[in-house]
């Protein structure tokens, strides 16, 4: 009986206790951006990405993210700055296709924030980033969601007259909400 | 006791009228010209300055009409036909109604296309409406037909001006214009 009393109790706290998270879930993650063109922010997207997260709350030190954008899916707000950001001064993406962000790192920082370190590939050119993120568990989902600014020239992407950034500014900042399914 | 007739607009009137007609010629041929550019920091650059000249003339529009309201013009000549005073009047209520139409249309447009106008890179105007790629583009027509009635108006505004000077010998012209004789 006694035994029998513990297994129930052992049950019922196992989702709980068991809240990894693995895979990715496309439909509730966004990778957005802000760029500022002569001091004027301007919103953009990138409708196309996939990830692989395995991340457990209890253990976050073992966690891992890796996130693969298709750059020409970017969405600007005007098509021909779609065309002229998929360019050879840009991201080029015929010969650069993906921007790849792969987690090196990650660390507690208390009341479900987590600093995240990482490598970040654009156009052939690797740098480390570090970004904090929120986590949240709504909806058998794990959603990471925060924020970093990096500078385009860092990567190479706005060269030639837009080397220039008098008109669009070197640092963009990258706002993410990354998901993962329960496991 | 007999009033004088005042024969022409006072000097804050005139400034005003070709101060606007200035920036209003300048920047739709700015506009005419900016649009067909490929995508450079150059064109960034040109449609940032169109969309302050746009709200330069929105304000100077505004303390026009306040101006008008509280200082008579002067009447037009007995010698004009009635039909001829009414198609003034028309015209010049149509001209007041576009210089607010033309930068507000050019305003909500740069909303709905996610790209806030900041005047002169430091005074953010409220995005009334969303980012919405579609209005946007519709927007984008109306700012055009406004423009290019506008244009059509202004035309014909300053053909009647010339009319009148060079044909009918009114001195409508030099009511704007005191230094033409």
Known sequence: MKILVTLALGLAALPSLA????????????????????????????????????????????????????????????????????????????????????????????????????????????????????????????????????????????????????????????????????? | MQTPQHTRYDGVAILLHWLVALIIIGNFALGLYMHELKLTPWKLQLYSWHKWAGVTVFLLAALRILWRLTHRPPALPDTMPEWQKAVAHGGHHLLYMLMFAVPVTGWLMSSALGVQTVYFGLLPIPDLLGKNKELGEALKVVHEFCNFGMAAIVFGHAAAALKHHYKDHDGILSRMAPWVR
């Open chain 1, 19 to 183: 809240a990894e998270y693995a895979g990715f879930l496309p439909g509730k993650s966004q990778v957005d951006f802000v760029s500022t063109q002569m001091n004027v922010p301007v919103n953009g997207r990138f409708g196309k990405f996939d990830g692989q997260i395995r991340f457990d709350p209890a253990k976050p030190a073992e966690g891992q993210a890796r996130l693969e954008v298709v750059l020409a899916s970017i969405e600007t707000g005007l098509d021909e700055a779609n065309a002229e950001v998929a360019g050879a001064d840009w991201f080029d993406v015929a010969k650069h296709p993906k921007a790849i962000f792969e987690s090196t790192a990650v660390e507690s920082l208390g009341n479900q924030m987590f600093r995240i370190q990482g490598k970040l590939t654009i156009r052939g050119t690797t740098q480390p980033v570090t970004t904090e993120a929120r986590f949240t568990e709504q909806g058998g989902a794990g959603i990471f969601a925060g924020s970093f600014k990096m500078n385009r020239k860092d990567f190479g992407v706005g060269q030639g007259i837009w080397g220039d950034t008098s008109v669009v500014a070197n640092e963009v900042e990258i706002r993410y909400q990354l998901a993962a399914p329960a496991h």
